[in-house]
């Protein structure tokens, strides 16, 4: 009889352990902060223009164009890799379609915007370390009907890299390619033990 419930307490620990691991592997594909841009029912890392999506306390949302603005713009494009931004406003301006299962989660996003071109050394390399409000609601005038899009320049960054920053080499286009981390001043390889499919996304 002990033998068994030593068995059985081993099993619920293994499952107690694989139940965690598949946890720990779904809510760590994304980190507050992570963006990307929707095109028409498209999310793929080459879209350079679209609705910006935010991924923000474990769910994706998008963002308010009230208080938006070309830095704002241009942080949100250089994240995700690109040298600045062209244009921004709401999507509908652009005529493309709204994420139709998501609702607005931040806004008043407002970054430095004196010089979009050397809004780098002002510190917004990320969108969340521009002021913002996140208490969204109908009350601040706030709904999906006023979520943002960017144009991003097509042209990816190749100077003044930030920490953090990941560019594709040796590939046949902007897509594809040897995934590189610039952490510390320095460009490096990415080791691909327990690197996944949630990582390359």
């Given at each position: 009889l002990?033998?068994?419930l030593?068995n059985?307490?081993?099993?619920?620990?293994?499952?107690?352990?694989?139940?965690?691991?598949?946890?720990?592997t779904?809510f760590?594909?994304y980190n507050?902060?992570?963006?990307?841009?929707?095109?028409n029912?498209s999310?793929?890392?080459?879209?350079?223009?679209?609705v910006i999506q935010?991924?923000?306390?474990?769910?994706?949302?998008?963002?308010?164009?009230?208080?938006f603005?070309?830095?704002?713009?241009?942080?949100?494009?250089?994240?995700?890799?690109?040298?600045?931004?062209?244009s921004?406003?709401?999507?509908?301006?652009?005529?493309f379609?709204?994420?139709?299962?998501?609702?607005?989660?931040?806004?008043?996003?407002s970054?430095?915007?004196?010089?979009?071109?050397?809004?780098?050394?002002?510190?917004?390399?990320?969108?969340?370390?521009?002021?913002y409000?996140?208490?969204?609601?109908?009350?601040n005038?706030?709904?999906?009907?006023?979520?943002?899009?960017?144009?991003?320049?097509?042209?990816l960054?190749?100077e003044?890299?930030?920490?953090?920053?990941?560019?594709?080499?040796?590939?046949?286009?902007p897509?594809?390619?040897f995934a590189?981390?610039?952490?510390?001043?320095?460009?490096?390889?990415?080791?691909d033990?327990?690197?996944q499919?949630?990582?390359a996304?």
């Amino acid at each position: 009889l002990s033998a068994d419930l030593h068995n059985m307490r081993r099993t619920q620990s293994f499952l107690i352990i694989i139940i965690a691991l598949v946890l720990s592997t779904t809510f760590a594909q994304y980190n507050n902060g992570d963006i990307r841009l929707y095109l028409n029912g498209s999310i793929s890392i080459t879209n350079v223009e679209g609705v910006i999506q935010l991924f923000l306390d474990e769910k994706w949302g998008t963002i308010c164009v009230d208080g938006f603005n070309i830095g704002s713009a241009a942080a949100a494009c250089r994240q995700l890799g690109f040298l600045k931004a062209q244009s921004y406003n709401v999507y509908s301006k652009y005529h493309f379609q709204y994420p139709n299962s998501l609702q607005p989660i931040v806004t008043d996003v407002s970054c430095n915007d004196d010089d979009q071109n050397n809004y780098a050394k002002s510190g917004n390399l990320h969108i969340l370390r521009c002021p913002y409000i996140h208490n969204v609601d109908e009350g601040n005038g706030c709904n999906t009907s006023q979520a943002v899009a960017v144009v991003c320049d097509s042209e990816l960054i190749t100077e003044d890299p930030y920490e953090g920053q990941i560019r594709l080499i040796d590939g046949n286009g902007p897509s594809t390619g040897f995934a590189e981390f610039y952490l510390h001043d320095i460009w490096g390889t990415i080791c691909d033990k327990n690197f996944q499919q949630a990582a390359a996304d």
